[in-house]
């Protein structure tokens, strides 16, 4: 549907009459709007055949979903109510740091990072001469700034890749788009702040991605 845009999407294929949403809706191929699957062809990012999208209606965020044995292939899902407050720039930047995520296999270096997180959470746990309780929180403690710091790592690295396809201007765009809409104002486990992000943006230097002709 190249003519269609996030809004009508959420508006004809995932809002029922009262134009409040269902839960999540996978849209179909035929259903999803022309522009993520040009982004995930020059990403060179595979997504499932049948169902490349899910809508949320009500959720504020996004997400990219890999593909698992015997399941779906990689998706992105979108929130309504992120569509609604970013401009179609925005939401685009959005989309590539999504992608990027499914390009870069972000999901296999967190399984990987956990794992190693754990067992050295286990080796400083019996190192120190501790009693039992401050044994698990120090075990715990470690395996909690290990898993925070390569998630963090793989946020930067999206907003990077990102860029090199909708270029930097736009990606920092997104990211004051979600700091004035108070998207992320405190640093999570999972990701740094939106203005964290947006200073690290703007100093890096990336190539741009040519467009195909």
């Given at each position: 549907?190249?003519?269609?845009t ?20 996978a ?27 899910e ?6 965020g ?28 925005a ?42 309780p ?12 290990g ?37 992320r ?12 992000r ?10 741009r991605?040519?467009k195909?002709?």
């Amino acid at each position: 549907m190249k003519n269609m845009t996030w809004q009508d999407t959420i508006r004809l294929h995932v809002n029922g009459p009262s134009g409040e949403g269902s839960g999540v809706v996978a849209l179909p191929r035929e259903q999803v709007p022309e522009n993520l699957l040009a982004l995930a062809d020059r990403m060179r990012v595979e997504l499932d055949a049948e169902f490349p999208a899910e809508i949320d209606p009500s959720w504020c965020g996004a997400r990219a979903l890999p593909s698992l044995p015997g399941g779906r292939g990689n998706r992105v899902r979108l929130g309504g109510e992120l569509v609604g407050k970013l401009s179609p720039v925005a939401l685009e930047s959005v989309l590539a740091h999504e992608l990027a995520h499914l390009k870069c296999r972000h999901w296999e270096l967190l399984l990987a990072g956990s794992v190693l997180a754990a067992l050295a959470g286990i080796a400083v746990g019996l190192a120190v001469d501790f009693s039992t309780p401050l044994r698990l929180l120090f075990g715990g403690g470690v395996l909690v700034l290990g898993s925070a710091a390569l998630s963090w790592i793989a946020e930067y690295e999206a907003d990077s890749v990102a860029a090199r396809y909708v270029g930097r201007d736009s990606v920092a765009r997104m990211l004051e788009e979600l700091k004035d809409n108070h998207f992320r104002r405190v640093p999570e486990l999972t990701h740094p702040t939106d203005a964290l992000r947006l200073h690290r943006v703007r100093r890096i230097r990336v190539p741009r991605m040519p467009k195909p002709r």
